[in-house]
């Protein structure tokens, strides 16, 4: 792994490699990187990705040279290409980037310096699925067999796209929900009623309903109606297997995607997918770091 643009890229071996260090990692290994420094370049909002990319940082030692998009040259219009390049070019060793157009690493290929993939648009967001990844496996040890449903915004969801392609190939058996306007039928899943399945399942994945994508086409749900529909509710929780788990990437609209006395449930591993987050980005960056010596 000398970069991580997209989840497609990296084989199963990459994957169980990025697990299992991201567990030792978890479980007390110590990695320390001296006079490595890095940038996180992010032009959509976020909370969970930019924190945990940082704190991950900052626990293997790495020097975190600020970047705020509001305040930087991207608002006189340069292009992307000519801020990391700049950034390159004063020292940075690596760079984490957020950006709302799909495939953007695409445009960077002139960079001498790698690039990890902190979400593309609707396009992937490899990181979020190596961490839901890593906490499945803790859970279950295993993906081969596994019945697992992601629920919800699957047409502008970069974290349902990742999770499919990974957990497929893992040999999981991955089926959607979702309403039909925001159903991607390039995706070879075949949708599923919730109801009909969320007493087989291991994993039920819930995804945020992203109004700021949708333009019109959220305006046929109330936040009522999406719920009774489409959500976890408590019902359909008590429905659940006593060893199935609950994901959601957050943020959590709560009683929308899941009911809000459910989001810190037994059977949620929505805080601790955050808690897998840093180990996660941890045995990432120190990969990338490793591998581009």
């Not at 030692?61 to 801020?83: A, M, N």
């Not at 502008?156 to 039909?180: C, D, I, K, M, W």
């Not at 957050?250 to 059977?267: F, M, T």
């Amino acid at each position: 792994m000398k970069h991580l643009h997209s989840i497609t890229a990296l084989s199963n071996q990459d994957i169980m490699d990025t697990i299992h260090r991201a567990i030792a990692l978890k479980n007390g290994k110590m990695l320390h990187y001296g006079n490595i420094f890095t940038a996180n370049l992010f032009f959509e909002n976020s909370t969970r990705t930019k924190c945990s990319f940082e704190m991950a940082e900052r626990k293997l030692g790495l020097q975190v040279i600020p970047f705020d998009t509001s305040t930087s040259s991207v608002s006189k219009g340069e292009s992307l290409y000519d801020t990391c390049k700049t950034l390159e070019a004063i020292g940075c060793d690596v760079l984490v980037i957020r950006h709302p157009e799909n495939e953007y690493y695409k445009q960077l290929e002139g960079l001498n310096i790698p690039i990890i993939n902190g979400g593309d648009g609707s396009g992937q967001h490899p990181t979020q699925c190596l961490l839901d990844l890593m906490t499945i496996y803790e859970e279950f040890g295993k993906f081969e067999g596994l019945e697992v449903i992601i629920c919800g915004d699957i047409l502008n969801s970069r974290v349902a796209r990742s999770n499919y392609y990974a957990l497929t190939n893992l040999g999981a058996n991955v089926r959607f929900v979702a309403p039909e306007i925001w159903q991607d039928h390039s995706l070879p899943a075949s949708y599923v009623q919730i109801d009909d399945v969320i007493n087989k399942v291991d994993v039920c994945m819930l995804l945020r309903v992203q109004h700021e994508r949708h333009g019109d086409t959220n305006k046929g749900f109330s936040k009522e109606s999406y719920n009774a529909q489409f959500g976890l509710t408590k019902a359909r929780y008590d429905h659940l297997k006593d060893t199935a788990i609950v994901l959601h990437p957050a943020p959590v609209n709560r009683d929308v995607e899941i009911d809000s006395d459910l989001v810190e449930a037994p059977k949620s591993r929505i805080f601790k997918q955050m808690e897998n987050g840093v180990f996660t980005r941890m045995s990432i960056l120190s990969q990338v770091l490793e591998n581009n010596r």
